[in-house]
Every structure is written in C-alpha cells, then in structure tokens.
C-alpha cells in the first residue's frame, strides 16, 4: 500500500511539473490575427523576433473583420487592423481597447490585360465607375482619355474585390468614398460593403489570384502582394491632380502626418502633391486592461514587449518589403500608447 501511495504522489508531483511547465510554454507563445495587408511585414519579423527572444508568435492572416473577431472573443494576444475600429465594434469589445501604429502600406491597383503591360493612369472618379459597372470597357472613353499612348482593347473588365471583412477594403473604399459622391451615397466605406459589382476572391492572396487567372480582371492589393505576384499596377491620380505610382516613397510621403493622441487617423486621398492616394497606417490592437481570460502578468508583458519591438527594432524590415516606416511622431505616439496599458490596473512597460 505504502508502495501505491508514493506512486500516487510521484503521479501528482509530475502532472504539476508538466502543468507548469505547459503554462510556462504558453506564455511565450502569443497568438495573433488580423489584416493579410501586413502579413507580409509581420511575418518577417515575428520570424526575426523568435530568433533573439524565447517567445514563438502565431498570426492568422484572416483579415482584419476576423482579427477584431477574435480579439472580442479575447481567444488571441493581439488583433490587428488597417482600419480604426467603428463604433459597433468598439461597442462589442466594451472596454478600451489600443490602436498602435505599426507601419504603413499602400493598397495599389492591379490588372489583367492581354497585351497590356504598360502601368495604366486611372482617376479615383474612373476607378469608382468600375466599382459602380459604369465603366464596363476597358478601352472606354474615359480610360483611354488618360491613357492616350496605350492600346487599350474592347474587352469587358471583370471586377474583382474581397470577400471577406478586410481592413484593404476599408482603406480602398474609404478613398473611394472620398474621391467619387456617387459611390460615398450609394456604397460608402467599410471593411464589408455591398458590392455593386463583381467576384470576390478571400484575402489578398485570393483577390491577387483571381486578377493573375482572369482576363479582363481588375482588383486592388497591398503594394507587397503585387511585387511578390509580379503584377502590373496602376498610377492613380491624387489630389493635387498628378498620376502617382505606389512606392515606398510615395508611402512614406503620404504617411508624414501628425498622428493624434489615439493614434487613428486617414490617409488616403493625401494632401501631399508627391504622396500615394490609397495609403494608410495599420495598426496593432490591444485591450488596455490586460488582465483578462485568466492571462497572467507575464503573458501580457511578452505581448507589450513584441509590440513594442515592432515599433523600434521591427521597422528595419518595413522599407525592403514596401512598407513606410513610423516617423519620429508617429512612434512617439505609439510609444506613448503602450505604455498605457496595464495590467491590474498598474503599467506594463515603465
């Protein structure tokens, strides 16, 4: 009996070992999701990150309705999203949750055309007719009359945009909205709007699919996306009335403003003569109050710390992936922002 019992203890005193160490290994496994408009970024350097920290980082590339999703249902770390949250979903979280600027992208448009390889000038008036099914042709008077040296065919186009919630179709319908009264009264802007036209494709790698397999096709992407597909993309004509093609210059133009203290801003249609029209920031998303779902402290820490190398070490791996670095501002805003998040309501980060 004697001999049972201690084999009883020795039973329990290992299953406590393995539920620590279980814990422990949990810890330093943070789960996000979010935006595929940022994969590309965050992969590189959750990867990098990994390499110098004991902490492995899992992020669904789902899009950003499924990563503020998650975030409600507090079953991940961190969120991410290319659009501030609205208020209906700020109102779903019901309490404080962070915007923190991490990088910003362009979202650039790409196109299928046999015969075609020159990048096409669109204005954000013409793009907003395709969207509508004003425009149906692609050698339209209206594309041809800012494309005056290119052979345009008589070819229908065929509309492609996301099919699922995406902070790359806020971005994208929010300069619609802002460049075309029609489509501000009859779509407007959204992570999810009814589309008045054409095939959706899930992601970015679905939307930049369906254009590369469709003749005819038109869709919009991440800037990184459309290199790493090697697809052809539009100059689009921004405010100051110039055809401006999507660079890590042009972004970087675009994204030179004053965040607020909140971090939320728009920039798309910028005022910038040089800037990239359809830009925006993306941004990290945290509940304030970390102490929620049974994390521990040191859990919440080892997110804080990823978020905030992100911010500083990170952005070394923005520009060679097309990504525009924070400015001094903005990572002052970003810096500041973490640092107001807590845990048990006393600060993570000193």
Same mark, same amino acid.
């Given at each position: ?147 005056? %040296? +290119?052979? $345009? /065919?008589?070819?229908?186009? @065929?509309?492609?945009?996301?099919? !699922? ?5 806020? =971005? ?83 994204? %030179? +403003?004053? $965040? /607020?203290?909140?971090?939320? @801003?728009?920039?798309?249609?910028? !005022? ?5 029209? =359809? ?72």
């Amino acid at each position: 009996m004697r001999v049972i019992k201690s084999l009883k203890l020795a039973i329990v005193a290992i299953a406590g070992i393995c539920i620590t160490l279980s814990a422990s290994a949990q810890d330093n496994t943070l789960l996000g999701a979010g935006g595929t408009f940022v994969y590309p970024l965050f992969s590189k350097i959750f990867s990098e990150y990994g390499k110098t920290h004991n902490v492995k980082v899992n992020y669904q590339s789902i899009g950003s309705g499924g990563g503020i999703l998650q975030l409600t249902n507090k079953t991940v770390d961190f969120g991410e999203s290319d659009a501030p949250l609205n208020p209906e979903q700020t109102a779903k979280l019901g309490v404080p949750v962070l915007h923190i600027p991490v990088a910003a992208g362009a979202v650039v448009i790409t196109y299928n055309i046999p015969g075609v390889t020159a990048s096409l000038n669109l204005t954000g008036k013409d793009l907003a007719d395709i969207y509508l099914g004003k425009i149906t042709k692609w050698n339209s008077a209206e594309i041809k009359a800012t494309n005056k %040296n +290119v052979n $345009l /065919p008589d070819m229908p186009i @065929v509309v492609v945009h996301r099919s !699922d919630g995406s902070g790359t179709t806020f =971005i994208f319908t929010d300069y619609l909205t802002k460049v075309n009264e029609e489509w501000a009264k009859k779509v407007g802007k959204a992570g999810a709007v009814n589309w008045p036209a054409g095939l959706g494709g899930k992601g970015n790698e679905g939307v930049a699919g369906l254009v590369k397999q469709t003749p005819g096709a038109i869709g919009y992407n991440e800037l990184a996306y459309a290199i790493q597909n090697k697809m052809t993309y539009a100059a689009i004509q921004n405010k100051s009335g110039k055809f401006i093609a999507a660079t890590l210059a042009s972004t970087t133009l675009a994204s %030179n +403003v004053e $965040l /607020p203290a909140d971090g939320k @801003v728009s920039l798309t249609n910028t !005022d910038n003569p040089k800037g990239y029209p =359809i830009s925006s920031f993306t941004w990290g998303l945290l509940y304030k109050e970390q102490n929620y779902g049974g994390r521990s402290a040191a859990r919440a820490k080892h997110a804080l710390d990823l978020l905030w190398y992100v911010v500083h070490d990170g952005q070394k791996f923005s520009a060679p992936l097309n990504y525009a670095p924070l400015s001094k501002s903005a990572l002052k805003v970003a810096e500041k922002i973490l640092k107001s998040a807590t845990f048990g309501g006393k600060p993570i980060l000193k």
